[in-house]
């Protein structure tokens, strides 16, 4: 039988969770942040984005793949608010999302 100290801490934390569960907003989203990194190209075009700023051309011929993949594989990317793009130019030029920066270049160093 569960203490009555336990089963405030259980229903504290049930209603903590209702409260992330509910906020459909949020997990949307957490959804297409996490979907965006679900990819090896995407991950890769990350990675290059952490060394520098580069524009659409500069990484179809880094990653070796076509424009219209390499724009989808972006467009993910921005939707799931992992970069940010800038004209300069008659460019487009992409970065990391200047918030998000430091944890994505702390997870492609980590091992797992």
Known sequence: MMAPDGL???????????EIVTDVQSLTSK???YKAL???TRLRIVALLAISELCLC???ELLNVPTST??????????GGVIVPRKEG???VY????DRRE???????SDT
Do not use: I, R
């Open 58 to 60: 500069q990484l179809v």
């Open 103 to 109: 944890s994505l270049v702390e997870c492609l160093q």
């Open 70 to 79: 390499m724009t989808h594989h972006l467009q993910m990317l921005e939707n």
């Open 95 to 98: 970065s990391l999302h200047p």
């Open 8 to 18: 405030s801490t259980v229903l504290q934390k049930s209603s903590q969770a209702f």
């Open 90 to 92: 008659k460019f487009t």
């Open 38 to 40: 679900g990819d090896n």
């Open 31 to 33: 959804s297409l942040y």
